[in-house]
């Protein structure tokens, strides 16, 4: 049943990033009025495309939809975690959170380094202190 959770949670959450890099500007959706003038692209022409009214207000309603499936106790303990620096509850997919990340060249490949990541809250970012011997990436 943890396995099956595990995987409803990852599927949502990239769900939810397709829908923030949408809402971004970088909307892949065809019936959407970036995509209009198709036609006219074959032809050469070149129009300024923009992302249009016609998607925002739909995938606004799906993130909304996908974060209150995200909310149920069964994915609490794969979408909360405590700060790095402060220790507090972290919500891993509100935009007030972040995550930290430091490199190191590594000591068993001289050709690769490794990576470590730590969620934190945007508000904790200045406090926030590089272990010892690696690089803020």
Not at 35 to 50: F, I, N, S, T
Not at 55 to 82: A, G, M, N
Not at 93 to 107: A, E, V
Request: proline share 4%; hydrophobic share 30%.
């Amino acid at each position: 049943m943890a396995q099956k959770d595990k995987e409803e949670y990852y599927f949502l959450t990239e769900k939810l990033e397709e829908i923030q890099w949408a809402l971004e500007g970088e909307c892949n959706d065809i019936d959407c009025d970036k995509y209009m003038y198709r036609d006219l692209l074959k032809k050469k022409y070149k129009p300024v495309l923009k992302h249009s009214y016609s998607c925002i207000d739909k995938l606004k309603k799906e993130k909304e939809i996908v974060l209150r499936l995200l909310f149920p106790k069964k994915f609490r303990k794969y979408r909360f975690e405590k700060c790095y620096v402060c220790k507090k509850p972290l919500d891993k997919l509100d935009d007030k959170s972040i995550i930290l990340s430091f490199t190191r060249p590594s000591k068993d490949n001289k050709n690769s380094h490794e990576w470590k990541g730590y969620w934190i809250h945007k508000k904790c970012k200045s406090k926030a202190k590089i272990p010892k011997g690696w690089i803020k990436f």
